[in-house]
């Protein structure tokens, strides 16, 4: 089994940034790609982006430019650094990891519990 732990939530001004961590226990041997989703009030969950061991990353659209996934393999931990938040990026935030090898065909097998993220305006 994989543990996933996030921290680094909160509630920030829009045009601010956080940091989200997560960390990773358990039998990891297996996993290849990690990656941040998340999930507004009354939408589906969606990707955020994804970070394979070998750093190649992934990310949505709506994030390119502004999110910045990172991974240290060392410590099996991913970060994702969010700047220029919008209300609109408020949502829980989840951890995830998987067998994937490739960021883009990233599916998660493995979820933490999520961390809340607000953005006031």
């Known amino acids: 089994q994989v543990q996933l732990v996030e921290s680094g939530g909160g509630l920030v001004q829009a045009g601010g940034s956080l940091r989200l961590s997560c960390a990773a226990s358990g039998v990891l041997f297996s996993i290849r790609t990690m990656g941040w989703y998340r999930q507004a009030p009354g939408k589906q969950r969606e990707l955020v982006a994804s970070?394979?061991?070998?750093?190649?990353?992934n990310y949505a659209d709506f994030v390119k430019s502004r999110f910045t996934i990172s991974r240290d393999n060392a410590k099996n931990t991913v970060y994702l650094q969010m700047n220029s938040l919008k209300p609109e990026d408020t949502a829980v935030y989840y951890c995830?990891?998987?067998?994937?090898?490739?960021?883009?065909?990233?599916?998660?097998?493995?979820w933490g519990q999520g961390t809340q993220v607000t953005v006031s305006s």
């Open positions: 970070i394979t061991g070998g750093q190649r990353t």
């Open positions: 995830a990891a998987g067998r994937t090898l490739t960021a883009h065909t990233f599916t998660p097998t493995f």
